[in-house]
């Protein structure tokens, strides 16, 4: 199970920093993403962060937002920066183990950035 918080009601230019919490262990070859769906749009992929180290962005937040992962504390966190009014959404996270492709969403933090 996974816990999304810190979304809320930012002015463009501003700050957010989301996390998503495992309720339990997280291991072996996975991937932690943040997802986002604005209203009337679908679901699109934000940021992933492998169990590997590797992370990748969506073009549209590349060099505004980090995805970081602490796997001690079993937590993924989405920091964004210079926030728009087209980042207004309802961002999930997610976790997918790559070998079994056991799949998990958080239930959504709304993010709204006002201009």
């Known amino acids: 199970q996974l816990q999304a918080s810190g979304g809320g009601l930012v002015q463009a230019g501003g700050s957010l920093r989301l996390s998503c919490a495992a309720s339990?262990?997280?291991?072996?070859?996975?991937?932690l993403a943040w997802y986002r769906q604005a209203q009337g749009k679908q679901r699109e992929l934000v940021a992933i962060a492998v169990s590997s180290g590797d992370t990748n962005y969506v073009d549209s937040v590349k060099g505004r937002f980090t995805i970081s992962r602490d796997n001690a504390k079993n937590t993924v966190y989405l920091q964004m920066n210079s926030l728009k009014p087209e980042d207004t959404a309802v961002y999930y996270c997610?976790?997918?183990?790559?070998?079994?492709?056991?799949?998990?969403w958080g239930q959504g933090t709304l993010v709204t950035v006002s201009s």
């Open positions: 339990g262990s997280i291991f072996g070859a996975n991937v």
């Open positions: 997610n976790y997918r183990h790559l070998i079994s492709g056991v799949d998990f």
